[in-house]
Structure formats: C-alpha cells, structure tokens
C-alpha cells in the first residue's frame, strides 16, 4: 500500500502532511510540485500542472501551496465574488486567493449568476 504526503494527501485524503518527505508541496512556474512514499517506501517527488480555471500555483508557506485562479488575486476587504461567464470567482479565506468554479461542470447548475436571495455570485440552474 502506499502512503501518500503532502497536497497530494491533503487534496485526495484530507491528511496532514507526512514526515518523511523532505518538502510537502510547493510551485514550479504553474506546476504545483509535491512529494509521496511510493511503492519502496522512498520518498518520491512529483506534480500537477495548474489547469484552468485554477491556472496559477501559489506558495503559502509551511510547506503548502494550491492552485488558484490565475493571475493569483489575493483575498482582501475589496474582494467581490463575481461571474466570469459560466466562471463563479469566488474567495477562500482558508486559502487566502481567489478560487473559480466553472458552474457548466455542476451537475445541478449551468450558469452564474446573482443568487436572488443574497445578491452574492453563485451557480445556478
């Protein structure tokens, strides 16, 4: 069985890093790089290019880094969700960047849009 470390644990997991990898995730240019015990029980490093919508890496510190909405837009008391399209931008404070979700992709949605209640941008049917 193998162990996974690092965003590659975090992402499929919901694990905490593990020990054993000398640097849990970081970004290559656009890459999101990250390490893994593989089937020796050696430390391995790999990575996954950051794809669209989430099409920038960003370093955030303690040996953590996620994918965002590319350019990287910092969360701060400016930020406003919006609708890009069928794009919802949205912010994670958790994350502290942008994030996107592409509402044509959600089963239950189609588009974004305001929400009638809120007013605040969210996918809709």
Known sequence: MRKLCGIAAVALLGLTACGECPRHAGCDGDRLTF???G???EPQEGSLP???PMTACVELGDDDA???Y???EPCNEA???RCEGALR???DPRVGYAQATDCS???TASRCGADPETGAAACLP
Do not use: Q, S
């Open 35 to 37: 390490c893994f015990v």
């Open 39 to 41: 089937a020796e029980n």
């Open 50 to 52: 950051c794809e669209a």
């Open 66 to 68: 996620k994918c965002v």
């Open 70 to 72: 590319g350019p990287a």
């Open 79 to 81: 930020f406003v969700d």
């Open 89 to 91: 931008v949205w912010c």
């Open 105 to 107: 992709t959600i089963a």
